[in-house]
Each structure stands twice: as C-alpha cells, then as structure tokens.
C-alpha cells in the first residue's frame, strides 16, 4: 500500500509516519508539507509545497497513492473562526479535488475530533464538522472520518504546540489514569496511527470512528483487520 500523509510534522502525522515505517504492508510513503519532517527512511518521500490552497502543481505526484492519512490540525484557540476554517476546512478542500483528480479510487483517512457537531456551541466543533461533512461529500473509494478523544503521545512524538507539550508532560499520568477507567475516553498515538493504516488498507470501518471504533481497530474483532 502506498501512502500519502499530510500534517506529518504534527503528532499524530509522526505516530502515522513510525508505524507506517514499521508496517511490512506500506511499501512507501509521501509526506506532504510546507517544510521537511526531518525524518529518514527508506520507505519516505517528501514532497515540500508551499500554497495549501492551491495543488495543481504538484497534483501528479498523487497518481499511485492508495490512500491519503490526513493528520493536519491546527489548534482553535486564539484564532477567528474564518481562520480556522480556512485552515480547518478550504485547505482539506482544495488537497482532497487535488487527490481524487489524481486517483479516484483513493481512500481518505481523515483526523477530526471528538464532539465534532454540527450544532455544538463550540467554533471548532462547527468548523470540523463542516470539514466532514464536506469529504464525506466527496466520491474517495471509502472515506473514514477518525474522532479521538485524548490522545497519549509514545514513541517520541511531541506536539507542537507548547501549551500542549506541557500538558502531556504535566498531566501525562493522568492520561493513563484515564484510560484504565474509561478505556474509550483516550488513545495512544500508535493505537491512532495503526487503526488509521488498517482502515486505508481494507476501508472495513464506518463513515464515523468514535474512540471506541479507532479501538475497536487495533485489539481485532471489530470493524476492520487490525495490524499483525
């Protein structure tokens, strides 16, 4: 399977990357971004691009790509709501017209967000339901909208956005604590990432993962063949 990743310098875009390298079934890996990942593998390609809005370009490079693992997000916080939706939701947009003009029978693997709503008081929960609504709309092979809930770096991954390092570090145990009591509140970042490339690989799933689904994913039995 080959992959194409966005949002790979991001925590869950360096989850998917490792256990994308890990995984004997992806034979490569295209990472799309504004700057390198820093990252060295057989497996990766890197493709640098500056305007998000616009890929023609660069639309080509997509032509042999099985599914697209969207791990681009950027946080609400502090933003206008046109801001984040031109981020949230334009940016998907124009990447996704881009993807299935190149390939049409490509699978999408899209990272919202728990409590994504239409109706919900929230900004971003508005903002990332219309950026679902709008590649659900869209004729992928399978499309498959990933809402996780708290999420648990491993395997080295960081977040980039500093507030959000200091809480991983501050409150990472109580993550764990988490997820010992309420298994469906949080995931691991490898738990995320597996059940994102098993569902690229087989499109078993729903339109709409919540934390149990993603789980669901990785330990078998449920939606989709987890990953050896």
């Known amino acids: 399977m080959k992959i194409v990743v966005f949002g790979a310098t991001g925590m869950i875009g360096a989850a998917v990357l490792l256990e994308a390298f890990d995984d004997p079934q992806v034979t490569s890996v295209l990472a799309v971004?504004?700057?390198?990942?820093?990252?060295?593998?057989?497996?990766?390609?890197e493709l640098v691009?500056?305007?998000?809005?616009?890929?023609?370009?660069?639309?080509?490079?997509?032509?042999?790509?099985?599914?697209?693992?969207?791990?681009?997000?950027?946080?609400?916080?502090?933003?206008?709501?046109?801001?984040?939706?031109?981020?949230?939701?334009?940016?998907?947009?124009?990447a996704s017209k881009a993807l299935l003009a190149a390939n049409p029978a490509m699978r999408m693997c899209f990272v919202s967000g728990a409590g994504s709503n239409r109706e919900g008081r929230a900004m971003w929960q508005r903002v990332k339901a219309e950026a679902e609504d709008a590649v659900l709309a869209m004729p992928w092979r399978s499309v498959h909208c990933f809402r996780p809930g708290a999420i648990l770096p491993e395997r080295g991954v960081q977040s980039r956005v500093a507030l959000y390092r200091a809480m991983y570090a501050g409150l990472g145990w109580a993550i764990r604590g988490l997820r010992t009591v309420a298994p469906n509140a949080a995931s691991t970042s490898p738990q995320l990432a597996q059940a994102m490339l098993a569902v690229a690989r087989h499109g078993e799933a729903p339109a709409v993962l919540e934390v149990a689904d993603i789980h669901a994913?990785?330990?078998?039995?449920g939606i989709a063949q987890p990953l050896a």
């Open 33 to 45: 971004g504004r700057r390198p990942t820093g990252r060295e593998h057989a497996k990766l390609r």
């Open 49 to 94: 691009h500056a305007d998000f809005l616009d890929f023609s370009a660069v639309q080509s490079e997509f032509a042999d790509v099985d599914a697209c693992l969207w791990c681009l997000g950027v946080p609400s916080s502090g933003m206008s709501e046109a801001d984040y939706r031109r981020f949230t939701v334009e940016i998907t947009v124009a």
């Open 217 to 221: 994913v990785v330990i078998g039995g």
